[in-house]
């Protein structure tokens, strides 16, 4: 099963809801950053979301970012997405590594620890909106339900997780994000609360060859769902040196004239797919001339 989301509604319009596999996206992550497995577990469920949510987005060129800062080991995580899934992301701490929670269960929680989560769209107005929550857990799905609460006023149950496997690889990763909207009914906000109460968890439901669609259909099956639209998602990465470049004239003409006087070069590193960008002496007098 390759990696897709799937958008859909229920209950005549009055649920909206999420669900994605990302196995492959979540393992080419990891491959890129060479994650521990807990990071790879806190990265992937980060990805997974901003997968989910970019989907959210109404314009070709909105684009979305979530960020955590952290007093935890791993630091903090910051993951961007578009409309059509394609996201990128990294962690800070790539290689932490504590104690499982308990035997099987990472804990990623315990690796983000106390801190806060924001969530920016960046939607073509004059300033991106921005919401900032402190973190209830840390383990980012219940963070997200939280934020989607307190930020946009909008009852929600998030869940995402991804299943590490005995060689590090990406087993299992997957989420869900279901949304009630205004006229939802006290019928059915019951109804669904019973539900997400006794629903296996998301990687293990993947592990039984669950589909994206089984698991909206577990939630939602008799409450009228309607599947409206499929996404493939992809780790997607639009660094260049055009846009690397544009990034060094940006510093400004005095930063530009020091590293040309002390460094006589200069390397540039994307945090996000690890492509690392040489400008000789000779060019960064060319980006100098651009500055000026």
Do not use: W
Not at 213 to 228: K, N, P, S, T
């Amino acid at each position: 099963m390759g990696d897709y989301v799937i958008c859909a509604t229920a209950g005549n319009g009055a649920i909206r809801a999420y669900a994605a596999t990302t196995s492959e996206l979540v393992q080419h992550a990891r491959e890129i950053h060479h994650t521990s497995p807990v990071a790879s577990a806190a990265l992937g469920r980060m990805l997974t979301a901003a997968a989910m949510m970019g989907t959210m987005l109404k314009g070709e060129s909105d684009l979305l970012t979530l960020q955590i800062r952290c007093l935890g080991p791993l630091k903090g995580i910051v993951v961007s997405g578009d409309c059509h899934g394609r996201v990128k992301g990294y962690v800070f701490n790539p290689g932490v590594d504590i104690p499982e929670k308990y035997p099987g269960k990472l804990d990623v929680g315990g690796a983000i620890g106390e801190g806060y989560l924001s969530v920016i769209k960046d939607i073509g107005l004059k300033e991106p909106y921005a919401g900032r929550i402190q973190l209830v857990s840390g383990e980012i799905a219940e963070d997200l339900t939280y934020y989607f609460a307190q930020s946009e006023q909008t009852p929600s149950s998030v869940g995402l997780g991804v299943l590490v496997d005995t060689n590090t690889s990406i087993r299992q990763a997957g989420g869900f994000i279901i949304q009630l909207m205004p006229e939802a009914t006290e019928e059915m906000i019951s109804k669904l609360e019973q539900r997400l109460n006794t629903i296996p968890y998301m990687t293990d439901l993947l592990d039984m060859g669950k589909t994206p669609e089984d698991v909206l259909e577990m939630i939602l099956g008799d409450m009228d769902l309607h599947i409206l639209d499929k996404i493939t998602p992809s780790y997607y990465c639009n660094c260049s040196r055009e846009r690397v470049s544009k990034a060094l004239i940006s510093i400004g003409k005095e930063e530009l004239e020091k590293m040309i006087r002390e460094d006589h070069k200069a390397n540039l590193h994307c945090h996000f797919c690890g492509k690392e960008y040489d400008f000789t002496e000779e060019e960064l007098k060319a980006l100098l001339e651009a500055a000026k």
